[in-house]
């Protein structure tokens, strides 16, 4: 019941700030504060009492192993069930769900003053829906809460955006992320139902089950397509680059707290499909597509570097760092070492506490600017009290300075792909390079050069200070000291290369013959 | 063969409808009342979806002309609560109509009752008479505030266009009679067991024409947004709702029984159709400014998503076209219901341009989440009906491999998402100075107001929880005669 609690907490809560909006416009901040807090709490209290080091693959049996789970049949015409479960990945993400969730209340403290109750509504709920993502080991509840997430998003762009320059409305931007993920939602939706029709053909049962459809006995030909179909639904989340069309756009658009939410976790849901659905369920074909991916992922890194320097608005320019991070992410799940894989869980959890504190940075300088653009920028530093001082840590950890989790991530990504794919990765390598120049551009071009006005703003106040040092105490925490992350996730990425790697060793583990 | 206690108890519903319209229409004559009459209809429309559980225990019989089995029951329970819905509707709507108030129930009875009659109906000539029963008081419906111009467009146009339509079917039923000397599906079924020739197949096609314009089945559509924007919003309503689930059902009775159907090249031509309708009718609503208009271009995409279920004709068929048009159903009663609602104080156009409905959740936040769950269910996002709807359409077109269908499908939607969206983020944007229109303070305690409430709240039940309507569109599919 746990399980189902850490989904309805977030659902209930933004009914609440809804309903709370009467007593004035601080009920449903506090209330929404509140809500994530317990959210955090009992992913803390699970995560101190659970056992999460399975034991190795390959003692028992094949099937697959959860911390905790919980299931109640739903449709039982189609098989299908509300099948939540636990594991280490899931329990490191929703951790994070609920750490940046009330980043994200904080952030729109002072920024957010019209329909205040329904803002929190939305904010809430999209959490609730990732949370969805990450319990649910039923394809179509999966789904369910992959697509369902995409609604309050799509307001909180749409209504509480800004809008920028001729041509880029919010409702614009949030019309094209909603298209793109929905779009190909649907194509996921075709993949999920080929299998369970396989599965259907092979047993004459239906079911979505996921240790179930890992079963499924699948021709090269047919597991090749119902695996693209996952693939690109998770690229455009992720996004890779040929189908990232929408997140500059997105991200410029969408106020503090949804860029928060949107680099923070919904592109981590995208990676955490690949880890959990795309790599298991499809292990040969996922192995033939390696290659694909990995230069996909090439591609992303230097691409999202290129169009980063040349960017004006600060958000874009973050925002198309995320590809390249995400470029780097996208190597390591194909590369299907423990080591690329842990990395990849690493990167993960780094890049959203680096972009979160970037995107809360250029948040709380348009407060005090009120613009984005960095042409009007400049000469900052020592004017905004310590703002250029986090500014340059989130900075460094975005270009993957030793020292912060960026870089473990990074480095254990590059290492552990190495035995696989030693070209691709040192084409990689290059991508630091221009992670340095983007990121020095940004420094420059806001905090130094000749100031554009006199006077000075605002420090920051308490709230702002506290949000900071939080991410910051954890970048370096996780930069220092990562092992306690690495031991949560390793039983489930260990189970992850696993599946992955067996394909060339034997091919009994993926038919799932006894 | 004569007619038993039996038969008429099956034919329960149908003969209540009847009745029922026969009081209103004394009533009018001795007095007119406008809530007596709405009340009078209520409670007969109530009685005949009661009487439906005493139907399901015959069910299936069959006589010459109708067939009381699953397929029957279910579109009969659909209609019927369309019609209902519409009733409570039409009462809000005419409560400021400032004429004759009281013979729009007695349409809504007749047109009602012709849907009964044409979804049980397992011969052409019945076929024929359901089909203009439900469409001549149609006629009258959307004319109805006649001193509207475009009320008056919208009656004759689809009077006009209809009458064009019943001229092909005819024909088509003249060309299977002519090639196999019977008019009753099941002797069309025999004659027709050893292969059909060229004539036969015009005959079927043409009777698709037929109702594939009742469907505003692209290339048959153009009719369809004229006559949605013009009619009065509950006329609109049955049109989009009830009328449109009895022609579909008889067109999947047909479809499912009759092999002239079934050959190969009307396939394809379906295919085609359903392919070229979703695409044209999602294309189309794109540029519309007026809900209503842009409502019925919806319709039409989702028609087309329907009639996958007719090209496929096998497997998950019968229940995906049943999930469907409940869903469905729901759905627009929802959406068309709130237009009603909102129009209905006014004498006039309804409020139907894009740009009344700004900002109305600022105003009226219950009867917007109302009209954005419509709106979500439509587009078939998860947690709203919809979605379970397209869930099994795409479910069918995969496991019958018809990947071009779903592609249709997919591409179909990513289309609809874009209007669908407009349409919503209108309603939350606030913007000063603009023409607003609003409904009456009381709304939600109105029966119009309780009807769309309940709607919505169906939507989003069925969306979470679907497997009861799963289960009972199961049984009565399996309780449906004459598919083998």
Known sequence: MTLLWLILIPFIGGLLCWQGERYGGMAPRWIALATMLIELLITLGLWFQGEYHLPGAGTASDAVRWSMEWQVPWIPRFGISVHLALDGLSLVLIALTGFLGMLAVLCSWNEIVKRVGFFHLNLLWILGGVVGVFLSIDLFLFFFFWEMMLVPMYFLIALWGHSGSEGRTRIRAATKFFIYTQASGLLMLVSILGLVFAHHANTGEYSFEYATLMQTPLSDNVAMWLMLGFFVAFAVKLPVVPVHGWLPDAHAQAPTAGSVDLAGILLKTAAYGMLRFALPLFPEASQAFAPVAMTLGLIGIFYGAVLACGQQDVKRLIAYTSIAHMGFVLIGIYAGTELALQGVVLMMVAHAFSAAGLFILSGQLYERLFTRDMREMGGLWGRTGSLPGFSLCFVAASLGMPGTANFLGEFLILFGSFPVAPWTVAIASFGFLLAAVYALLLMQRVYFGPPKAEGLFADLDRREYLMMLSLLGLVLLFGLYPQPLLDTTSAAMGEVERLFTAVSQSSTLLTGAP | ?484
Not at chain 2, 82 to 101: K, M, V
Not at chain 2, 198 to 207: E, S
Not at chain 2, 404 to 422: D, H, Q, T
Request: hydrophobic fraction near 55%.
């Open chain 2, 1 to 484: 063969m004569t007619l038993t206690a039996t038969h008429l108890l099956a034919l329960a519903p149908l003969i209540l409808v009847c009745a029922t319209a026969i009081v209103v229409m004394l009533g009018i004559a001795w007095r007119r009342h406008h809530t007596g009459s709405a009340i009078v209809t209520v409670v007969g429309l109530n009685l005949a979806l009661l009487s439906l559980f005493g139907v399901w225990q015959l069910a299936p019989l069959e006589t010459p002309m109708l067939a009381i089995d699953g397929l029957a029951i279910l579109a009969a329970a659909l209609i019927l609560i369309a019609a209902l819905a519409c009733a409570t509707l039409a009462h809000a709507y005419l409560e400021q109509f400032d004429d004759q108030r009281e013979e729009f129930y007695l349409l809504l009875l007749c047109s009602t009752a012709g849907g009964l009659v044409l979804s049980a109906s397992t011969h052409l000539a019945t076929l024929f008479f359901g089909l203009e029963l439900v469409s001549m008081p149609l006629y009258g419906m959307l004319a109805y505030t006649y001193r509207a111009r475009r009320s008056l467009e919208a009656g004759i146009k689809y009077l006009v266009l209809s009458a064009a339509a019943t001229t092909f079917l005819l024909f088509g039923m003249a060309l299977l009679y002519a090639e196999t000397g019977h008019l009753d599906i099941a002797g069309l079924v025999d004659s027709a067991a050893g292969g059909i020739g060229a004539w036969g197949l015009a005959g079927a096609a043409l009777v698709i024409v037929g109702l594939g314009f009742k469907l505003s089945v692209v290339p048959f559509h153009l009719w369809t947004p004229d006559v949605y924007e013009g009619g009065p919003g509950p006329a609109t309503t049955f049109l989009a709702s009830a009328s449109k689930v009895a022609v579909f059902a008889v067109l999947l009775r047909l479809v499912m029984s009759a092999p002239a159907f079934q050959s190969d090249w009307l396939h394809g031509v379906l295919a085609v159709l359903a392919v070229v309708t979703m695409l044209v009718g999602n294309l189309l609503a794109v540029t519309q400014s007026n809900l209503k208009r842009l409502l019925g271009y919806s319709s039409i995409a989702h028609f087309g998503y329907l009639l996958t279920a007719l090209v496929i004709g096998e497997g998950l068929s019968i229940e995906a076209t049943g999930v469907y048009l409940v869903t469905y159903m729901l759905t627009t009663l929802g959406a068309f219901g709130v237009v009603t609602l909102i129009s209905s104080p006014y004498s006039g156009e309804d409020a139907a341009a894009l740009h009344h409905y700004r900002g109305l959740f600022w105003r009226r936040p219950y009867l917007t989440a109302v009209l954005t769950i419509t709106m979500l269910s439509m587009a078939g996002i998860p947690f709203t009906a919809g979605f379970i709807g397209k869930f099994y359409i795409i479910a069918l077109g995969v496991e019958a491999g018809r990947w071009w269908l779903v592609g249709a499908v997919i591409v179909g939607s990513a289309i609809g998402l874009y209007y669908y969206l407009r349409v919503m983020v209108t309603l939350y944007l606030a913007e000063a100075g603009m023409q607003r229109r609003d409904a009456p303070e009381n709304w939600a305690i109105q029966a119009g107001g309780v009807m769309v409430l309940g709607a919505a709240v169906l939507v989003i039940l069925l969306g979470i929880y679907p497997a009861p309507m799963i289960d009972w569109v199961r049984v009565m599919s399996s309780a449906m005669l004459g598919v083998g």
